[in-house]
């Protein structure tokens, strides 16, 4: 079974602390990978899309990385802000006839002032 | 503005009832997706289409039916038979199948 799971479910930080978000994955076999926003309440906002022959992909303070060998990626954000508390979610796609994503729950960021 | 749109954002339905949510793009993708979220779980899909006049079931289509009429809208109606519609409601699309999904704001679900 495709399965995507994230860790820590929660984090808080104090502001200005750079940290790691950490997706993995059970079958290494994707065709790439996304990065998504979700504020309380709200739809969700693509932040990256890793495609499978990528080894990482940035925009702005975020960075996003991909090992497809070991199931496993990153995302990775500098100098955290407390507009940047929000949960993050990871999601993958197989390549299937469906083309939907797989999901991961996410974690949720608390950024302290 | 490209995007995606919703409505409505909040709907509260009767024992017994079906109601219809609503989801437009303007952004020209072929391919449009439902998704449901619960608390403490991954999206889940529930139905799903590539092409005008053409959908797909999705992993948890029970209870729920769709139409693709037009390119540009992907309605979901939300029959008496779906046993736990609570739940908040996701619409997604994609220029074609596996590429990158965009989403928009969601509908919230509540069983009265």
């Known amino acids: 079974k495709q399965e995507v799971t994230q860790i820590p479910a929660a984090l808080s930080v104090p502001e200005g602390e750079n940290l790691v978000l950490n997706c993995s994955f059970t079958?290494?076999?994707?065709?790439?990978l996304q990065w998504f926003r979700q504020d309380p309440g709200k739809g969700l906002t693509s932040l990256l899309l890793?495609?499978?022959?990528?080894r990482e992909q940035t925009s702005g303070r975020l960075n996003a990385s991909l090992d497809k060998s070991s199931g496993r990626s990153t995302l990775y954000i500098a100098a955290s802000q407390p507009g940047d508390s929000a949960t993050y979610l990871c999601a993958v796609h197989y390549g299937g006839s469906q083309g939907n994503l797989i999901f991961g729950k996410g974690t949720k960021l608390s950024v302290k002032p | 503005d490209g995007g995606i749109t919703q409505s409505p954002k909040y709907l509260f339905r009767k024992e017994g009832q079906n109601v219809t949510l609503s989801c437009e793009q303007n952004l020209n993708h072929d391919a449009m997706y439902w998704y449901r979220q619960d608390p403490g779980q991954g999206l889940r899909l529930i139905y799903y289409s590539q092409i005008v006049n053409d959908f797909q079931k999705g992993d948890i289509a029970e209870g729920y039916s769709v139409s693709r009429e037009k390119k540009e809208s992907f309605p979901l109606t939300v029959t008496s038979a779906q046993k736990n519609p609570t739940a908040f409601y996701l619409c997604?699309?994609?220029?074609?199948?596996?590429?990158?999904?965009?989403f928009g704001p969601g509908t919230r679900l509540t069983v009265l």
């Open positions: 997604a699309s994609s220029i074609a199948r596996n590429n990158e999904q965009f």
């Open positions: 890793i495609q499978s022959s990528q």
């Open positions: 079958d290494s076999a994707i065709y790439n």
